[in-house]
Structures are given as C-alpha cells and as structure tokens.
C-alpha cells in the first residue's frame, strides 16, 4: 500500500507525513496492559478497539503519533494552533526570509448567514477583486524586500506582509488529538481552506490507522452528526 506522504493542498501549500510511530496494536497493546496481557489475534484486536472508542476510552490512541511536515497560509496556521495538545515548531519571520507564496481562493465568498454558510461572489467581482488581491499581495512583498535592502531587521519588515502569506510548520500530535482536530475541522462549519487541509490529514490517517479511522467515522463522526 502506497503511503500518501505528500499531498498538496491549495495553490502552494502541501501536507507531508515525516515520522509515524505506532498504529493500530499500539493502541490495543495500551488498553490490554491493564489487564496484564498483550494483544491476541486481530479479530478480537479489532473488536477491542472498536469498543475502545465506542465507548470514549481514548487514552490508549496517546500511544500513536504522527509527525507532519505543513505548508499552509498564516491564516489557517492560525486556527490549526488552537489545538494545543500537539508539538510546533514554525519557520520563524525573525531568522528566514520569507517566499513570495500567498494564497489566492479561486471564488471568494459572501458572508450568507451567521451559521458560516456561504454563496461564491459573483463572477464579474470575483474576478475583479482577485486580481486587485494579486497586486496588493505584490506590492506588499515588495516593499517587504526594500525593507530588508535598506537594512530593516527581518522582524521588522515582515510587519508588512498579510495573513495570506505561506507558512511552515512541523507538528507532532498523538492518534486522541488527531482525532479530535479531524472531528472540527472536517466538519461543514469549519473553513474551507483548512477543511482541506484536514481531509489531506485523515487520508493519512486512515492509511496508517486503518482500524482506527473506521471506529471514529462509526462513533465519533457519527455520533457528532446525530446531534447536528
């Protein structure tokens, strides 16, 4: 089977699995240890993890972690960091010069409603406002290099670019967290661009925790969908 380590997402940004420690046994290996035993065949393995999560004993998926490697805008990086039981580290504005790399939606959007739905904007501004996004994005980088030409610190000059601009970062979550960032952020209500990033997140996901993924689409996507 084909490790989907690389998927790109939006116009310049990718996930990328570096580091997988774990899986499925390690979780029914961590539930079986109270017990003094160990795991025994994959029938009942499998059976003992779909009633791990059915019945929300989520302390044996801690002992699954993934390490990624993500490349998204700051304004999505932002709203994934509120997940705070993980590891970051991010390139940091203050030591690296930044890339010319924004994101740029194919289709803006109108604000709809309050319950974050929402309508494409007409075609005619659509296009007229993007290409005045595109030359904003320009002009601000720039005067972002001019910055630095002329001798302004790079935590200085980085002041001027906007939240569109890509970022990098690496993240070390365990299985639980993971589960609980998919559960927001493959939900309807969540932002497009990082809905995408989400799904690239649980096509890994389900590669390397086939069992697993199963359970948390059968009890915990399910359940959530129940109380919708």
Same mark, same amino acid.
């Given at each position: ?6 998927? #790109? ?6 996930? &990328? ?21 160990? /795991? ?13 999560? !059915?019945?929300?004993?989520?302390? #044996? ?10 490349? +998204?805008?700051?304004?999505?990086? &932002? ?16 030591? !690296? ?5 924004? +994101? ?37 980088? *720039? ?13 200085? !000059?980085?002041?001027?670019? #906007? ?17 609980? $960032? ?30 697993? /993924?199963?359970? $948390? ?5 399910? !359940?959530?969908?129940?109380? *919708?």
């Amino acid at each position: 089977m084909q490790v989907l380590n690389d998927i #790109p997402v939006l116009d310049h940004g990718f996930v &990328r699995l570096m580091d997988f420690m774990g899986g499925d046994l390690a979780v029914v290996q961590a539930a079986r240890v109270s017990f003094g035993k160990e /795991s025994t065949d994959p029938e009942r393995d499998h059976k003992l993890l779909d009633f791990l999560l !059915a019945n929300r004993h989520e302390t #044996p998926f801690e002992h699954s972690v993934f390490k990624f490697h993500i490349k +998204c805008p700051i304004f999505v990086a &932002r709203q994934w960091f509120r997940h705070r039981i993980a590891s970051y580290n991010e390139i940091s504005g203050r030591y !690296a010069t930044m890339q010319e790399e924004f +994101c740029l939606p194919d289709h803006l959007r109108t604000q709809k409603t309050r319950n974050y739905r929402y309508d494409n904007l007409a075609e005619e501004d659509n296009v007229e406002l993007r290409a005045r996004m595109a030359s904003f994005y320009q002009s601000a980088y *720039e005067l972002y290099q001019e910055l630095l030409e002329r001798g302004v610190a790079r935590e200085h !000059a980085r002041l001027v670019l #906007p939240l569109s601009l890509y970022t990098q970062f690496y993240w070390t979550v365990n299985a639980r967290s993971l589960m609980n $960032f998919l559960s927001l952020r493959t939900e309807e209500h969540a932002q497009y661009e990082i809905r995408l990033y989400a799904e690239a997140i649980n096509a890994i996901f389900r590669e390397k925790m086939p069992w697993t /993924s199963e359970a $948390f689409g059968n009890y915990i996507l399910a !359940a959530q969908k129940r109380v *919708e």
